[in-house]
């Protein structure tokens, strides 16, 4: 179904992570596009520091105080006259962030119940009793997402942008984190599993050949053909076949040797959290004859659009 138009919007301004500071209810940030002030007009270029306001979803500059005399402010552009990028002052949302929400859902639902259920003594027996590992499976998780998060908050500049916990339509699924750099996109499954990722390998002279990841002894191939739809889901959105698409699955609480240890299954990396950094991080190698030059923010806009927040 075809949506209605919208009204233009007021000129929104953009800004990188660690350049962002709240003043009350707006936010002191450079701007990464040109505004207008919303008290007194002065045109405030590109890289300035002013104030974004949430509510009003305008600008005015940092001597100018609210409330002031308002004055018209410049229009967001529309995709015929500015191609770029869609303008998004928000940050990405926090990393585990659903995750964190269903655990508190399911165990503030277990409270309730036992609460109900033995008026008297319910409190003690949430006392001595642990959640069900249903439950706690969805705390872990959601640890694990927050260590791998903060790794690749630190890498946010100019030439890589992140996105983490981001719904995939029509789905109860999500990503765990999507990373635009200027080498293509990485999608990221964060777990926090015990035991040592291996892999393998049988067959391959008079048979088939397979590979199969394991951790622990444990046979969780089905993680990698999670992330192989996941990379096909954001291959799909993007319609792009310019821009590089890698899979990895990132396990934060694994036995890892001291040498080696990473590995890569059917196109998916397996590896740990200061080795994803440096697969992202990576310079082009002596095989890309062409090295790709993603254009990081109209890729990240791309791909927020599709994948909302979870």
Request: charged share 30%; net charge positive.
């Amino acid at each position: 179904m075809a949506c209605a138009t919208q009204p233009a919007r007021p000129t929104l301004s953009r800004v990188s992570t660690g350049e962002a500071a709240e003043v009350g209810g707006d936010k002191r940030m450079r701007l990464r596009y040109a505004g207008t002030c919303r008290e007194c007009g002065t045109d405030l270029p590109a890289g300035t520091r002013a104030i974004y306001e949430r509510s009003r979803r305008t600008v005015r500059c940092l001597e100018c105080p609210a409330g002031a005399r308002p004055v018209a402010v410049t229009e967001v552009p529309t995709a015929e006259e500015h191609p770029g990028p869609e303008l998004e002052p928000e940050p990405s949302g926090p990393a585990g962030g659903s995750a964190r929400r269903e655990f508190e859902r399911r165990r503030d639902a277990r409270e309730r119940r036992v609460r109900e259920r033995f008026p008297r003594i319910g409190g003690f027996l949430l006392a001595i009793t642990e959640e069900p590992q249903s439950t706690r499976a969805w705390d872990i998780g959601a640890e694990g997402e927050q260590v791998v998060g903060a790794r690749l908050d630190s890498l946010v500049g100019d030439d890589l942008a992140v996105l983490h916990d981001r719904r995939i339509p029509r789905t109860r699924a999500n990503f765990d984190h999507i990373v635009i750099s200027r080498r293509g996109v990485f999608v990221v499954d964060a777990k926090k599993y015990t035991g040592r990722p291996g892999l393998r390998v049988e067959g391959g002279l008079f048979r088939p050949r397979t590979e199969t990841l394991v951790v622990g002894g444990r046979d969780c191939s089905s993680l990698v053909d999670g992330v192989l739809k996941q990379v096909d889901l954001v291959r799909t959105a993007l319609d792009d076949p310019t821009v590089p698409v890698t899979g990895a699955l990132c396990f934060v609480a694994g036995d890892w040797p001291l040498i080696g240890g990473a590995f890569e299954t059917r196109g998916v990396h397996v590896l740990w959290s200061k080795r994803l950094v440096q697969l992202i991080t990576a310079l082009p190698s002596a095989r890309d004859t062409v090295p790709p030059t993603v254009d990081v923010s109209s890729v990240r806009a791309r791909l927020a659009r599709a994948f909302p927040p979870a």
